[in-house]
């Protein structure tokens, strides 16, 4: 029996539901209509089934104009108007009038909810929660979901290049700190505000770039929160729907800690909206939560925002304002006394790099010094033998207990020795006009050698301090001339290996991007130990390192940390050739086609004969070798399989199949030939002749007769 009044609310709702959706091009808000905040019956306009309300809100002790969902005991705001603007008094009045809604608060000047293109002529209030405008044809010219605030409803989308922003807090609608962006690469990124649309500053990422243009956000009736491509494709999800008896409501909304969530709520008046989905666990996680010169700590579920040592904060009511110190530092210029500074150090937090100049040095005891001795200097980061200086304020400080980074804070101590000079009273004696001007010209050939002298101080130390940056942030090793990474810091790269590419028959591709250039990368994580051992690994990480050629992937870096052996190449952006032949909707040209294998072969043909030469990985007068497989099941020559001497002219058995492949438009998976077919390896061509064949330059020969590559052994 209880189920009999569960199943009849549901479809008295569905049914006013469908009945709305009708009704949702029906205008019934004209022309001459009016809200005031303080009526009863005429504050806002509502939705034909009462779940949404477009007009007056209070917050503390005035109004905003927004979208509220009012079919539930609490008001909650998804949209407002304005929200930069200051609260109206009860005196003011939401006008739709002369084809433009205006906010009407006198004495003041009047206030536009909306920048129409065209007059209007009616509006709605729908029950999707859109607010939409319509000219005198009925056609939307303007739309709340168009312009969304901190928040988004189901059926809403937020489109590349759109932006959610925060709050300033629960009760201030007004722009907070934090911004949740659809790139127009595909990604939807975290950052704080007033921060450029880059790595560094970003503080989450979907890694989604790459999969589409114009993707979108959205959020469906279901609680299902996901991105589309142009193409409709669905390529990331972030939750799931829900299927539930219950009628529930859903929103997503980016919230005054920088973390977004989505929200869902039953329609009964006992209902709560309860969290099903939050961007991040770790609230520390938002850059600049706790505001500059001060650092964020997780304390189980809640954050503490802690000063740096010798600071306070600025303001106690709003903690994202930051700390500031609790004297005032002497400067640079100082010249009435001394004061001892000492430096207090903070571990496990990381910051902010906006260093001014970096050291080398060995202990954490000389940084310190370092940094006591420089009057510019009013912090320092520490670690791994680097010693960052730095200049307040600091930003986005956490705690971290997996960090070693240490941040030293230079302190004014009160109970230091001060020494004030004596003051200089200068001999009253006749001043001579000659002497005068003579004073006069010394004092402006002094000022003016003093200029030139800092003018060249200046540009030999921006000069020194560009060496050394260029030197830091490039780590070339002296015999690779390539980068050794840690493995750390490809864990960083590729955020925790996160984003595969491709898999090859010893190691798995992760996509990354490097944080100081912002250049991709391609890791590539080797799983199998070469048998070989250390040296040679190391011996062709030299060699291949030096290769530099146009139809070539170049070796960026590599990682030789403990157990982990990996290698980081240039991303290619454009795809692999197997995506082009086998995926792409287009099949490539004859000429393209050619083009490609040409390219190819001058590649191969480098690497054989050209200034790197394979002769650089064998001995003196050595022209086989003896080594483990290697390579694709498919593409191997014989020779491997049978553990006999691997010369050259592998790789040319390898073109071969690959060129078929290209030719045809297909993989190499189920083929069958004869066992004796193609098994000599001295009657194939060298990739000399192989590009100059395809060059046309000389003729192909009739092909052999098969004969079997085992009698010959």
């Known amino acids: 029996m209880a189920a009999i009044p569960i199943s009849l609310f549901v479809f008295l709702f569905l049914s006013l539901f469908y009945t709305a959706e009708a009704q949702q091009r029906y205008s019934n808000i004209t022309l001459g209509s009016s809200l005031t905040p303080t009526s009863t019956t005429n504050s806002s306009w509502w939705s034909p089934s009462g779940l949404y309300a477009f007009g007056f809100y209070q917050q503390d002790n005035g109004y905003y104009v927004g979208v509220f969902l009012a079919g539930i005991p609490e008001k909650t705001v998804v949209w407002t108007a304005n929200r930069d603007d200051p609260p109206v008094p009860s005196n003011a009045t939401l006008a739709f009038t002369d084809g433009m809604l205006v906010l009407q608060q006198p004495p003041g000047p009047n206030t536009n909810i909306a920048d129409l293109p065209q007059p209007a002529s009616a509006a709605s209030m729908l029950d999707s929660g859109n607010f939409v405008l319509y000219n005198s044809n009925q056609e939307i010219i303007w739309q709340s979901f168009d312009h969304p605030t901190d928040t988004i409803v189901p059926g809403q989308r937020l489109t590349a290049g759109k932006e959610l922003f925060s709050g300033a807090s629960e009760t201030d609608p007004s722009t907070g700190i934090f911004r949740l962006k659809m790139q127009n690469d595909g990604n939807l990124v975290q950052y704080p505000v007033q921060t450029p649309d880059t790595a560094p500053y970003a503080y989450w990422v979907s890694w989604t770039d790459g999969e589409g243009d114009n993707v979108t956000l959205n959020l469906d009736d279901d609680g299902h929160l996901y991105l589309l491509n142009n193409t409709g494709a669905n390529i990331h999800n972030l939750t799931e729907g829900e299927s539930t008896r219950e009628v529930k409501i859903y929103r997503m909304k980016i919230d005054v800690d920088g973390i977004f969530r989505v929200y869902s709520r039953t329609l009964d008046q006992t209902g709560n909206w309860s969290t099903k989905w939050r961007s991040t666990g770790d609230k520390c996680d938002p850059k600049g939560l706790c505001g500059v010169n001060a650092f964020c700590v997780q304390m189980d579920t809640e954050v503490d925002c802690r000063c740096l040592p010798g600071f306070e904060f600025a303001n106690h009511g709003k903690l994202a304002s930051g700390c500031q110190r609790n004297l005032v530092a002497d400067s640079c210029n100082n010249t009435n006394g001394v004061v001892k500074f000492t430096m207090s150090a903070l571990e496990n937090t990381i910051w902010e790099d906006t260093s001014y100049f970096v050291l080398e040095l060995s202990t954490k005891e000389d940084c310190e010094d370092n940094c006591l001795q420089d009057c510019n200097c009013e912090a320092v980061l520490f670690e791994d033998g680097r010693c960052k200086k ?104 590729t955020n925790g290996f996160n984003q595969e590419l491709g898999r090859g028959a010893f190691g798995t591709v992760y996509k990354g991007v490097i944080p100081y250039n912002q250049k991709f990368v391609a890791v590539k994580k080797l799983e199998k130990q070469l048998t070989e051992g250390e040296r040679e690994f190391q011996t062709e990480i030299k060699v291949i390192g030096r290769n530099h050629h146009r139809n070539l992937v170049r070796l960026i870096g590599y990682c030789l940390d403990g157990p982990n052996r990996l290698l980081v190449y240039e991303y290619m952006r454009n795809g692999t050739l197997a995506d082009f032949l086998f995926t792409s909707e ?98 194939r061509p060298s990739m000399k002749k192989v590009v100059l064949m395809m060059e046309g330059t000389v003729e192909i020969p009739v092909p052999p007769s098969p004969s079997s590559f085992l009698s010959a052994v």
């Not at 009273?425 to 002298?453: C, M, N, T, Y």
Request: hydrophobic residues 45%; positive net charge.
């Open 390 to 493: 730095q200049k307040l304020p600091l930003r986005y400080g956490r705690r971290l207990q997996t960090d070693s980074q240490f941040a030293f804070i230079k302190i004014g101590n009160l109970n230091g020795p001060i020494t004030k000079a004596l003051p200089f009273d200068p001999p009253k004696k006749e001043v001579r006009v000659e002497i005068l001007i003579i004073g006069v010209s010394l004092v402006g050939f002094a000022f003016l050698l003093l200029a030139l002298s800092g003018v060249l101080i200046y540009r030999n130390r921006v000069w020194t301090y560009r060496k050394i940056v260029a030197k830091g942030n490039v780590e070339f090793d002296e015999d690779v001339a390539l980068r050794c990474f840690t493995f750390a810091e490809l864990e960083q790269v």
């Open 586 to 683: 287009r099949r490539a040209s004859w000429d393209e086609r050619i083009r490609i294998a040409l390219d190819i072969a001058r590649g191969i043909l480098y690497l054989h004969e050209d200034d790197f030469g394979l002769a650089k990985l064998l001995k003196p007068d050595q022209t086989k070798t003896f080594t483990a497989i290697r390579g694709t099941k498919g593409y191997v020559a014989p020779e491997w399989h049978r553990k006999l001497p691997v010369t050259i002219k592998a790789d040319v058995y390898s073109f071969g199949i690959m060129l078929l492949e290209i030719i045809c438009c297909r993989k190499c998976l189920e083929w069958s030939l004869p066992e004796e077919e193609a098994d000599e390896p001295s009657l």
